[in-house]
């Protein structure tokens, strides 16, 4: 059976993650509170993000931004789009 968590993006209890995605407390609170679900639409968010915006995730600012977007994203708050976007499913 897998692991559920009370999704904080869904409100609801979802699937969780394997497995923290990230180490220290900050991966920890992902794990304990972000469903897979969640996290896995953020990783496509993050990877338009970063190739639209060519963002080079060796500078800190670059991180820096990305980690301010996905408590964004996760809080269900306005995230940034890439110029000119627009979903698939539109």
């Not at 639409?41 to 820096?64: D, F, G, S, Y």
């Not at 708050?77 to 698939?88: F, L, M, Q, S, T």
Request: aromatic share 8%; proline share 6%; net charge negative.
């Amino acid at each position: 059976m897998s692991r559920m968590v009370f999704c904080r993006k869904y409100q609801q209890s979802l699937e969780g993650l394997d497995k923290p995605p990230m180490p220290g407390a900050k991966g920890q609170v992902i794990f304990d509170n972000v469903s897979k679900k969640a996290w896995l639409e953020w990783q496509n968010v993050q990877t338009m993000l970063i190739n639209e915006k060519h963002l080079r995730l060796i500078e800190p600012e670059a991180r820096a931004y990305l980690s301010m977007q996905m408590e964004r994203f996760l809080e269900n708050e306005e995230v940034d789009k890439a110029d000119g976007y627009v979903a698939p499913d539109q």
